[in-house]
């Protein structure tokens, strides 16, 4: 079981914090592939061991040779944890996270998540699945997975879905008929919208959320987040 840092936006943090985000979608690694997507085809997962311990392979064939190309997912495999990296600052020997949409004093500045430590973080997540696909494969239920926020009933459901709440100082969020179109500008946002047109191959990771307040304790038994407090002393009885 590994620990591996992963990067989230803002507001994808809120939506995690919110329960609607449990899916993520990475181009890294796969930028050889990405130069002309449509020439490759996935082929095979394999298993195979990386410093002795076993990992999935993705082989992709080019269509038009016979070059092969193995990729491993930098976000590692069911069951490793990944800890949130998010934007972050000290105020009065706390921390404050800008997700949480508390103002800091006069002077400070949030610091960009890629600066956080593994010691500040307070989101853990437990890898689930991991697959590639072509972006614009997403399904309905996959795209309301990547975080996307529904309208509640009785609100004006001509347009229920966006990819926020609501924009930066207070603007309203353009909601759209469908959580695939909103899962489309959540992407263009960060990507570009040259990156939505070519439909890259990504990383799935779907994860489920073992804590929002710090490392959790994990069951070397079970693989789990520990029920017991027992501080790893089941390790003795391994």
Not at 66 to 93: K, M
Not at 156 to 174: H, L, V, W
Not at 177 to 195: H, K, Y
Request: charged residues 30%; positive net charge.
């Amino acid at each position: 079981m590994k620990e591996i840092p992963i990067l989230f936006s803002t507001s994808m943090v809120q939506a995690i914090l919110d329960g609607r985000k449990t899916m993520t979608r990475r181009m890294t690694d796969l930028e050889v592939i990405n130069e002309m997507p449509s020439g490759w085809k996935l082929s095979a997962v394999l298993i195979g061991k990386i410093k002795g311990i076993l990992n999935s392979f993705f082989r992709f064939e080019s269509i038009k040779s016979d070059y092969i190309a193995d990729r491993t997912c930098r976000y590692g495999q069911p069951g490793d944890i990944l800890w949130v990296r998010e934007s972050f600052s000290f105020w009065l020997d706390a921390i404050k996270y800008k997700a949480d949409g508390e103002s800091v004093l006069k002077g400070f500045k949030y610091k960009p998540s890629i600066h956080m430590r593994k010691d500040y973080a307070r989101i853990w997540l437990q890898v689930e699945e991991v697959r590639v696909e072509r972006l614009q494969d997403i399904g309905w239920n996959d795209a309301i997975a990547e975080g996307i926020h529904v309208k509640y009933w009785g609100e004006d459901t001509s347009e229920p879905y966006a990819y926020r709440k609501s924009k930066p100082e207070g603007i309203a969020t353009d909601y759209k008929r469908s959580p695939i179109e909103a899962f489309q500008d959540l992407w263009t946002e960060i990507n570009g919208p040259e990156s939505l047109k070519i439909n890259p191959w990504v990383w799935v990771v779907k994860y489920k959320v073992l804590s929002t307040t710090g490392k959790p304790e994990i069951c070397y038994k079970t693989n789990e987040v520990c029920k017991y407090d027992c501080k790893g002393l089941c390790r003795e009885n391994m």
